[in-house]
């Protein structure tokens, strides 16, 4: 596979790997070149509220807006194991921030303190997920685990990323190439 093709898809823990931060993971693949790669497990949501992320960097959140947010999108994501403090927001395309980054048409991620400011006071991407922490890869690495079995690769969408209930995403993307989790096996092979 091109280097060029993982940006924008997402990585499917395969049954048979077991590491306890990869374990069951749907990871965006945010960036992916000859020097490494990094990604951001989307399906992961965590007990820490995007109200209390806006508390703690002491931005005033808009109650009313954010809490009427759906339970699961009024949550922020564990990212990944790397760095679990920093964070990460995905969201639609339509705002471009001071530090944006096009992963797709449709998906961008902004590190920049503006998109949180829109947020917390009722405004900015209508579509969004707050994410702490985030996975990487050295050089060849991801090939590495591609070639071992340890992920299946799948397209992303707005409605995968931004819609689907967190805890239906990997059959959801799975399904989308013809994969039945039940058919997939937990020990690892080449054919």
């Known amino acids: 596979m091109l280097v060029s093709d993982l940006a924008g898809q997402v990585l499917l823990a395969m049954p048979s790997l077991q590491d306890r931060h990869f374990r069951d993971a749907v990871v965006l693949v945010c960036h992916h070149d000859d020097e490494g ?54 969201h639609d395309g339509w705002h471009i921030y001071e530090s944006t980054m096009q992963i797709t048409p449709e998906l961008h991620l902004t590190t920049s303190r503006d998109v949180l400011e829109e947020i917390a006071a009722g405004g900015g991407p209508e579509h969004f997920m707050l994410i702490l922490g985030y996975a990487g890869w050295e050089a060849g690495q991801l090939e590495q685990e591609l ?20 805890e239906l995403r990997w059959g959801m993307a799975a399904q989308s190439m013809g994969v039945n989790r039940a058919n997939l096996t937990d020990q690892i092979g080449h054919a």
């Open 37 to 90: 790669s990094m990604g951001l497990i989307i399906n992961r949501p965590q007990e820490v509220s995007i109200i209390d992320v806006l508390e703690d960097l002491k931005l005033t959140p808009d109650h009313t807006h954010i809490g009427s947010l759906p339970d699961k999108r009024a949550l922020s994501f564990e990212g990944g194991p790397i760095d679990p403090f920093r964070g990460f927001v995905l």
């Open 147 to 166: 070639a071992n079995n340890d992920w299946l690769i799948a397209s992303a969408n707005h409605h995968l990323v931004f819609q689907a209930e967190p």
